[in-house]
C-alpha cells in the first residue's frame, strides 16, 4: 500500500517559521517527483512547489516564492517544505503528493497541475494568526 504522511502543521504565529514533512512508503521514492499543494476553506487546491525525483528541478508558486522552499531525503524516502516569513493568507491544509510520469524533461504548466499526481497524503493543518 502506498502510503504518504505529512507532519509538521500546527498553529503559529504570523512572521514565524515551519517546516512540513511527507514520509512515504510503499513506492520506489526516486522514481517520483513530489510536490505539495494547500486548500483552504472554500477554495480550490493550489499548487505550492514541487521538485523533481533527484532534486535536480524546483518549481514554487508565485505567493510562495522567497519564502517556502522544498527539498527532498530520498534515503529517507521524504520530501520537506520549509515555510519562512508565515502570512495568515499560508493558512490551509497542505498536502504532498507523489507523480512519477513529472521528470525534468516535463513542461512547467505540468508541474502545477493537480490532476497530474499519482498520490496524495491526507494533509496536515497550517494555521497563521495575526
Known amino acids: 500500500q502506498v502510503q504518504l504522511i505529512e507532519s509538521g502543521g500546527g498553529l503559529v504565529q504570523a512572521g514565524e517559521s515551519l517546516r512540513l514533512s511527507c514520509t512515504t512508503s510503499g513506492l520506489a521514492f526516486s522514481d517520483y517527483s513530489m510536490g505539495w499543494f494547500r486548500q483552504a476553506p472554500g477554495k480550490e487546491r493550489e499548487f505550492v512547489s514541487a521538485?523533481?525525483?533527484?532534486?535536480?528541478?524546483?518549481y514554487i508558486a508565485g505567493p510562495v516564492r522567497g519564502r517556502f522552499t522544498i527539498s527532498r531525503d530520498n534515503a529517507k524516502n521524504t520530501v520537506y517544505l520549509q515555510m519562512n516569513s508565515l502570512k495568515p493568507e499560508d493558512t490551509a491544509v497542505y498536502f504532498c503528493?507523489?507523480?512519477?510520469?513529472?521528470?525534468?524533461?516535463?513542461?512547467?504548466?505540468?508541474?502545477?497541475?493537480?490532476?497530474?499526481?499519482?498520490?496524495w497524503g491526507q494533509g496536515t493543518q497550517v494555521t497563521v494568526s495575526s
Open positions: 503528493a507523489a507523480d512519477v510520469g513529472l521528470t525534468i524533461a516535463s513542461a512547467t504548466s505540468e508541474w502545477v497541475r493537480s490532476e497530474e499526481y499519482d498520490y
Open positions: 521538485i523533481s525525483q533527484t532534486g535536480q528541478n524546483r
